[in-house]
């Protein structure tokens, strides 16, 4: 209580001489009851300054648990969006693979069509020796070979023509060799198989043979 008193008379100076003792009573009681309030003003004050903490405490709380709901929103949207596109992509995939398929099995389709008209064609060549004879069926079988060069001609297949021309390897295949009688040396004097090419691309070499000099030439 001394002390107290002491410490309140240091901040609030008063005159005690020149007071009645109920003066001096009331005076230092007016000096507890401003250093008691003093006291409690700064008390609230660090109360105040409590609570500011704790509110902003739980308001960075909520604010950091909004922004992680917001990413697990995100990660979830992200995942259903991966998920969508790999099934769209495996999707194309398959259809892209069956299209691959059938153009395999099927991509020869108009061809065979052409070719089956020409082998109508050949069947009936029989009737035609007996009805009207082997010069009639020698006609009718030109007409056919004329059929199907056109059937090649249109799906892009093309019979080499490769007599007197230089040797190919990308074109022919040597199977015999020749004396050169009316063609140069070292060129094609024969064809013994036929080549064909598809599109400027060879699918069968032409079987040939090559023009050497002999010892009389």
Same mark, same amino acid.
């Given at each position: 209580?001394?002390?107290? =008193?002491?410490?309140?008379?240091? @901040?609030?100076?008063?005159?005690? #001489?020149?007071?009645?003792?109920?003066?001096?009573t009331? *005076?230092?009681?007016g000096?507890? +009851?401003?250093? !008691?309030?003093?006291?409690? !003003?700064?008390?609230? #004050?660090?109360?105040?300054?409590?609570?500011? /903490?704790?509110?902003? +405490?739980?308001?960075h709380? &909520?604010?950091? $648990?909004?922004?992680?709901?917001?990413? $697990?929103?995100?990660?979830?949207?992200?995942?259903?969006r991966?998920? &969508?596109?790999?099934?769209?992509?495996?999707?194309?995939?398959? @259809?892209?693979?069956? =299209?691959? $398929? /059938? !153009?395999?099995?099927?991509?020869?389709? +108009?061809? #065979?069509?052409?070719?089956?008209?020409?082998? /109508?064609?050949?069947?009936? *060549?029989?009737?035609?020796?007996?009805? /009207?004879?082997?010069?009639?069926?020698?006609?009718?079988?030109?007409?056919?070979?004329?059929?199907?060069?056109?059937? =090649?001609?249109?799906?892009?297949?093309?019979?080499? *023509? %490769?007599?007197?021309?230089?040797?190919?390897?990308?074109?022919?295949?040597?199977? #015999?060799?020749? %004396?050169?009688?009316?063609?140069? %040396?070292?060129?094609?004097?024969?064809?013994?198989?036929?080549?064909?090419?598809?599109?400027? &691309?060879?699918?069968?070499?032409?079987?040939?043979?090559?023009?050497?000099?002999?010892?009389?030439?």
């Amino acid at each position: 209580m001394a002390v107290r =008193f002491l410490t309140a008379t240091r @901040r609030y100076p008063i005159d005690l #001489c020149g007071l009645t003792p109920r003066a001096v009573t009331r *005076s230092v009681v007016g000096l507890f +009851s401003t250093a !008691a309030e003093h006291r409690s !003003a700064g008390d609230d #004050c660090q109360g105040d300054d409590g609570d500011d /903490d704790h509110c902003h +405490s739980v308001t960075h709380f &909520r604010t950091l $648990e909004l922004r992680a709901r917001k990413l $697990e929103e995100q990660v979830h949207d992200l995942t259903e969006r991966y998920k &969508r596109a790999q099934a769209d992509s495996d999707n194309v995939r398959r @259809r892209t693979q069956k =299209f691959v $398929e /059938d !153009a395999k099995i099927f991509g020869i389709q +108009s061809f #065979c069509r052409d070719i089956v008209e020409v082998a /109508d064609l050949l069947e009936k *060549s029989a009737e035609v020796e007996e009805r /009207d004879g082997v010069q009639q069926l020698t006609q009718y079988l030109t007409h056919i070979q004329g059929r199907l060069q056109g059937v =090649f001609t249109k799906h892009g297949l093309e019979k080499m *023509s %490769p007599v007197g021309a230089a040797y190919d390897p990308y074109q022919h295949e040597i199977v #015999c060799h020749t %004396p050169a009688e009316g063609v140069e %040396p070292g060129t094609i004097a024969v064809v013994k198989q036929d080549g064909y090419m598809l599109h400027g &691309r060879t699918i069968r070499h032409a079987h040939v043979g090559i023009a050497v000099k002999t010892q009389e030439q």
